[in-house]
C-alpha cells in the first residue's frame, strides 16, 4: 500500500503527483499490460540480445 504524508496546508495536487510517481516506480501497470498476452521466453531474450547490440553500438559510437 503506497502511503503519501500530507503536510498542513500542501496542495492536494502536488500529493496526488507525488502518488502518482510512487505508483509507476512500482511498476503495476507495466506488469499488468504484460501479462495481457503471454511472450515466448526465446522471443524475450530475443528482444534483449537486440537492445543490447544497440545499446553496445551507442557506446562504441561514443567513444
Request: glycine letters at 4%; aromatic letters at 6%; zero cysteines.
Amino acid at each position: 500500500m503506497i502511503v503519501i504524508p500530507i503536510k498542513e496546508g500542501e496542495n492536494i495536487e502536488r500529493a496526488l503527483k507525488k502518488f502518482k510517481r510512487k505508483f509507476e516506480k512500482t511498476g503495476v501497470i507495466k506488469e499488468l499490460r504484460s501479462r495481457q498476452a503471454f511472450i515466448k521466453p526465446s522471443v524475450t531474450k530475443r528482444e534483449l540480445r537486440k537492445k543490447a547490440v544497440y545499446v553496445q553500438k551507442l557506446q562504441r559510437e561514443e567513444e
